[in-house]
């Protein structure tokens, strides 16, 4: 059974700073494209980081040069670094796993950051 677990959401102050981790079981991690996808109010789910396997990166413009995602293959886990958060990257976050482009997706059942002003 396919688990992905995230943690580290909360409540912050623009500016500030947030980890998201999540942590991955039933699947061969090291194999997987891992991404970071968040949802906000009224808006549809968009993909904020993904890694892939050979660890490489891609981001969405609005959120390059403030947020970093990397991964752990020896402990199965993908996080998101955030910092100098907006008001408007309040959105629940939900950690993704596809192996290769078009295998089954897999998600988390979010963590919600706000981010106030």
């Known amino acids: 059974q396919v688990q992905l677990v995230e943690s580290g959401g909360g409540l912050v102050q623009a500016g500030g700073s947030l980890r998201l981790s999540c942590a991955a079981s039933?699947?061969?991690?090291?194999?997987?494209?891992m991404g970071w996808y968040r949802q906000a109010p009224g808006k549809q789910r968009e993909l904020v980081a993904r890694?892939?396997?050979?660890?490489?990166?891609n981001y969405a413009d609005s959120v390059k040069g403030r947020f970093t995602i990397s991964r752990d293959n020896a402990k199965n886990t993908v996080s998101l670094q955030m910092n100098s958060l907006k008001p408007e990257d309040t959105a629940v976050y939900y950690c993704n796993a596809r192996l290769g482009d078009f295998g089954m997706a897999y998600w988390g059942k979010g963590a919600l950051v706000t981010v106030s002003s």
């Open positions: 039933g699947i061969i991690f090291s194999l997987n494209n």
């Open positions: 890694i892939t396997p050979g660890a490489s990166t």
